[in-house]
């Protein structure tokens, strides 16, 4: 996420809405799972 804000470099406060807004569609929930499970956290199956 950070890389991705970092490449559209929004300069306004608008801009910035929308690069999050953009950011946050490109994360997918293995991306998140992948995430705890790296810094140790326990993932219980659904």
């Known amino acids: 996420m950070k890389e991705f804000l970092r490449s559209i ?5 608008e ?3 929308k690069a999050i807004t953009e950011a946050f569609e490109t994360i997918h ?3 998140i799972i992948g ?3 790296h810094c140790g956290y326990c993932i219980a199956p659904k």
């Open 9 to 13: 470099a929004a300069r306004t406060y």
């Open 15 to 17: 801009d910035l809405d």
């Open 29 to 31: 929930l293995s991306d």
């Open 35 to 37: 995430w705890f499970k």
